[in-house]
Structure formats: C-alpha cells, structure tokens
C-alpha cells in the first residue's frame, strides 16, 4: 500500500508565503477595482425612467423664436433662438438672439437680449411661470441697458418674452415676442 501524505505543510510552505507576500500589497487595488467595477454595475442598472425623469426636470430650458410684432413702422417677422438656463436658482441666464424682417423680407436686422437679471422671485400661474426682470437689450444705436422685461414660460410649451416697450420705443411693438420651448 502507498502511504498518502496527509500533512498540510509539506514542500508548500515557501511557495504559500510568496503568494501572501504578493497579494497583500495589492489587497488594497484589489478591493478598490471589485468596488468600482459594483458602483458601475450598480449604476448601468438603474431603470431608465429614473434618468427620463431627471431629464423633464432639467433647470434648463431652450427653444426658438417664431413671432409677428406690429410697431409704428409697420408689421415685422422675428425669428431666432433662446436659452434660459439654472431656472432654479436666484440667478437665472436668459439669452436670445433673433431677426427681425419686415414682412416683406427687406429691413432685416438682428437683435439680442441677454444679461436678464431677476427681479423679486418667478410667479406660478395656473398656466406657466413668470420671470420679471430686468436685461440688456442690442438696438440700432447700441445696447440698451436695465430694460424692464418679463419671460413667460407656459406648460403648453410656449414661451412669451415682453420686452418693455417704453425702453426700446415700441421697436417690439406692445405684444410679448413669442416662441417655442424644444429642450
């Protein structure tokens, strides 16, 4: 009969230190690689509805400018862009930049509203939200500062920006400049 070697330590001692040797600086790599690669499961898995819903409640907004404005000279066509950004802060950034043609296509000229300043805090209506305050506004002899402007946002989706028209002589006309909310 052959005798089997029934002791644990024989002829491995060497080779099992070596291997503790080695592994134990690495403990710590070891460890931080099997946490990150769980986060990044853990991550992937989340539903999706939880990154939509994040998403349609984005501090940020944009959109374009689509509007008929009537002033002394006459009936004008505006179109552009806009971008209201960190809705829920104090210090919300309103930025258009947009055209302005008279109906038929001649007289074209641009303008840009940025620099908007709130004034007070957004009023919640049953319809949308408003934004008064103040912003600078670009005109054919210059920027014109501190105009008193008001931003509607609706939850059907539109926008109205009133500019005021006492600070711009009725360039806009007295009807708010209106749009579109895409993003």
């Known amino acids: 009969m052959s005798k089997i070697n029934t002791s644990k330590n024989t ?8 291997i503790k040797s080695i ?16 986060l990044a499961l853990c991550v992937s898995c989340l539903p999706t509805s939880v990154n939509i819903a994040h998403a349609q409640t984005s501090a940020d907004k944009s959109g374009t400018i689509a509007s008929t404005q009537n002033d002394p000279a006459g009936t004008w066509k505006l179109s552009g862009t806009w971008d209201f950004n960190n809705l829920n802060s104090n210090s919300p950034a309103f930025t258009s930049t947009f055209s302005m043609a008279k109906e038929d296509g001649s007289a074209m000229h641009k303008h840009t509203i940025n620099d908007f300043k709130l004034t007070g805090n957004p009023t919640k209506s049953n319809t949308g939200t408003i934004y008064d305050g103040t ?5 054919k002899d210059g920027p ?4 008193p402007i008001s931003i509607t946002l609706s939850d059907n989706g539109n ?10 002589n009725d360039h806009f006309g ?3 400049i209106e749009g579109k909310v895409t993003a």
Not at 11 to 18: C, F, P
Not at 159 to 168: H, L, N, R, Y
């Open 174 to 176: 007295n009807t708010p």
């Open 144 to 147: 014109v500062g501190n105009v």
């Open 23 to 38: 592994i134990k600086p690495n403990h710590t790599l070891l460890l931080a690689t099997v946490t990150a690669s769980l």
């Open 135 to 139: 912003a600078t506004v670009s005109m």
């Open 159 to 168: 926008i109205g920006i009133m500019v005021d028209p006492k600070a711009t």
């Open 11 to 18: 002829g491995h001692t060497s080779k099992g230190s070596k």
